[in-house]
Structure formats: C-alpha cells, structure tokens
C-alpha cells in the first residue's frame, strides 16, 4: 500500500487532494459531501464582508469544448474549459462561520483538514476580523483571497477605493500588511492565494513568506474573453475566467518556479483534471493540489477514482508514498543547458507502418518530408528534429536518431534559409 498522506506546511493531510473554494464548498450541504468524498482537505467558499461581492457578479457557468457520449454518460474527455463568473460565499460573515463550525465536527472524523477562505480588500481591521472568526469556528488554516479576477472589471472604483481579489494580489507591499495583520493575532496557518495578473507571482510569493505565510495557493484563474460569433456577442456579456485542463502548464510553470525558488509550500491549484495532472503538479514541487472545476464536472464520486489511481501509478514505480513525488523533477535547468543535455537529432520512417497518407508534409516547415512512392520520406540534411511530425503520425511510423554532432543540426537548421 502506497501512504498517500503529505506534510502541506505544518498540517498533516490523509492525502494530497484539496477541494478548491467556490461551488463546491459553498453551504451546509456541499460541506458535508466534500468532507465525507475523502478528500485530504477542503477550502471553503471565500467569506467577505463587502455587500456587493456576496451576490455579484451574477453566478454563470459555460462548459465549452466539452463532448458528450449518449452511451458513456460519465465520459471523460481530455481537454474541455470551464468559462464562468462567480461571487464570493453569499451568506453574511456571521452565519457561514456557524456553518463552517458545524461542519468541523463532520470533518475531525473524517480526517478531511478545512481552510476557510476569506477576503476584505484593503481593510487590514475586517481581514483579522474575519481571521479571528473563523480560527473560533476551528478551521485547521486560513487561506486569503488575493486573486479573485472579477472586481478587476466591476469598477474602476475598487481599483483605488478598494482593492478587492486580484488587486491585492497584485500589491506586495498590501498582501504583506495583511498577513503580517493576520498573524499577529490569529495562531493558524496562512495560505494566500496567488493571482496570474501579477507581473511576477514568485517575488509576490516571496514577500508574503517573509511576512509570515506558512505556504502559498498557485494559482487562480485569470480574466479571459470568449465571443460567440453566430450572435455577434461575448459569451456571459462581459469577461468571465476560465479554468480546465488547458490552464495546467501556465500553472505548473509558477508552481515549479514558486516551490524550487522561493523555497516555500504550495498548494496548486487551476488546471487539474486528470489523475495525471495531480502527479505532474506535485513532482513540480507541490505539496498538495486544489482541483475545483474537476470536481464541479464529475462530482465528489471523482475523488475516490481520482486516488485509486494516483495509487495504482505511485505503486507501479515503487513509490512508498506520495511525498517521494513531491519536487521530483526541481529544479528546472534553464533552457541554455539544452544543447548539453539533449542529443541533436534527426526523423526516420518505417517503411513497414509507414502507408503513405501524406499527413505528415504538412507539419514539416523545414522542406524535410515527402512521400515519395507511397512512403514518407524524411531527408537527414534538413530534418531539425522538431518533434512535430511524429505526433500526427496515426500509425507511429516515425521515430528518432541521434546526430553523430552539433554541427550537423546547425547545417540542417541552415539549409532551410
């Protein structure tokens, strides 16, 4: 058996699955079935104080790109996008902490860690307030809401008379305030979670773990724009975010760059969907894995598919437990060592797989491929090695050989000018 349990700063979790705040953790009854899906830990609807942000903007949610099988109504494509827009938790701060204090007894013998999520702009005073109560309901960590993209458009107005989401996310000098505000009076665990509009989330990273931060969120979703062309419209009238597989790698960049040079503990978040994805962004160096929009999709029934799974690979490669992964693959060489460390190359076709479809000329920019009597053809002396070629080969036709030396690939690389 594979121990699945992880170290996430000084909290111990029975796995490294997190349900990211949002939909999914926003009631009594979302709770409930959060903490009993076996999930190691859990995010609760971020809770402010601001009016407006407690019903708008108005909830929409637009699956795109998403296919759908009449005979596997559980199917699970590869890539698919969630494009939607939400407001924060709608009941006021009072209430949901007595929810949230509920559910803690739910979640102590499920073992399942809860971090409440909370937000108040630029009010250093309301962020403790909102800290103290919810350390009082017994949540096990604070997460802070420095990322949420929406009030980036509401109004100009916020940008200067109150920095709420992702404005203050992008401030260094606010978040520090307000972590450092955090601390001083609330013994728990502080996770910001880090905004994709900020020019540099490792040095935002950076200031926060001076402040005090026990670890970081990396990261949210970004404002994105999607128009339906037949209508001549945006989709959802204004900007929304999106989240799904196609934001992984934007994600993993950060989260590798957070988790190997800054040196403290992450939490990924947007992107994962798959069991595989979980795997990539802990070997990037993180410790545990929000997954939101997954979850949303395929239902709390995902989770315990998505650990047996994760097991079943960690067993395969003689992984004892989920810890062994975490930063596998860090530090990251910078691509200057690529010439060192991988081997220039050049195509070569099977003539036995290879049936000459022609598909893969049209991928080639390099004037290396033909079909030339039924065959693909690949010419050495012009061939880069790009890669390319090879993925859109339906019968794995194509393979690789090493260059005898650099000067080779340079001569092909310039017999294309």
């Known amino acids: ?152 458009v509401v109004s100009k107005s916020y940008e200067k008379g109150n920095p709420v989401g992702a404005w203050t996310g992008k401030d260094p000098v606010l978040g520090t305030q307000i972590v450092q505000a955090i601390k001083a009076k609330v013994n728990l665990p502080v996770f910001p979670k880090l905004t994709p509009e900020a020019e540099d989330p490792a040095a935002i990273a950076s200031a926060l773990k001076e402040a005090g931060a026990a670890g970081v969120t990396c990261l949210s979703r970004n404002l994105s724009l999607r128009i339906d062309i037949e209508n001549a419209q945006t989709l959802g009238y204004s900007y929304c975010s999106t989240s799904g597989p196609g934001t992984k790698e934007f994600s993993l960049r950060w989260v ?96 036995e797989k290879c049936i000459g479809c022609g598909r893969c000329p049209h991928v080639c920019f390099y004037d290396a491929l033909t079909v030339q009597d039924k065959k693909g053809h690949i010419d050495p002396d012009h061939c880069v090695g790009c890669g390319l070629c090879q993925y859109v080969c339906p019968f794995e036709a194509i393979g690789y050989q090493n260059r005898a030396s650099e000067d080779e690939y340079i001569a092909a690389l310039r017999r294309s000018e």
């Open 256 to 351: 590798a760059k957070i988790a190997s040079e800054v040196g403290v503990p992450v939490m990924a978040a947007n992107g994962p969907s798959k069991w595989q994805d979980f795997i990539e962004f802990m070997m990037g160096g993180a410790h545990a894995v929000q997954t939101c929009s997954a979850l949303m999709i395929y239902g709390y029934k995902y989770v315990k598919e998505l650990l047996r799974d994760m097991e079943k690979f960690m067993a395969r490669k003689g992984y004892q437990k989920a810890s062994d992964v975490v930063g596998l693959v860090l530090p990251i060489p910078p691509s200057s060592e690529i010439p060192q460390k991988i081997p220039a190359r050049f195509g070569l076709i099977d003539p």
């Open 1 to 152: 058996m594979v121990d699945l349990s992880v170290k996430l700063a000084n909290l111990e979790l029975k796995n490294p699955l997190v349900a990211g705040s949002g939909p999914l953790t926003h009631s009594s009854s979302t709770l409930k079935r959060a903490i009993e899906s076996g999930l190691g830990a859990i995010v609760t609807k971020t809770c402010t104080h601001t009016p407006y942000f407690r019903t708008y903007p108005r909830m929409e949610e637009y699956l795109v790109d998403f296919p759908t099988k009449k005979d596997n109504v559980w199917y699970k494509p590869d890539f698919w996008a969630l494009y939607h827009r939400d407001h924060l938790q709608h009941q006021e701060p009072e209430k949901w902490v007595a929810t949230i204090a509920e559910a803690m007894k739910l979640a102590k013998a499920n073992d399942c860690k809860v971090i409440g999520s909370i937000e108040a702009g630029g009010d250093l005073a309301a962020w403790v307030q909102l800290a103290e109560m919810h350390e009082q309901a017994g949540v096990d960590a604070l997460e802070l809401n420095f990322c949420c993209p929406h009030p980036m």
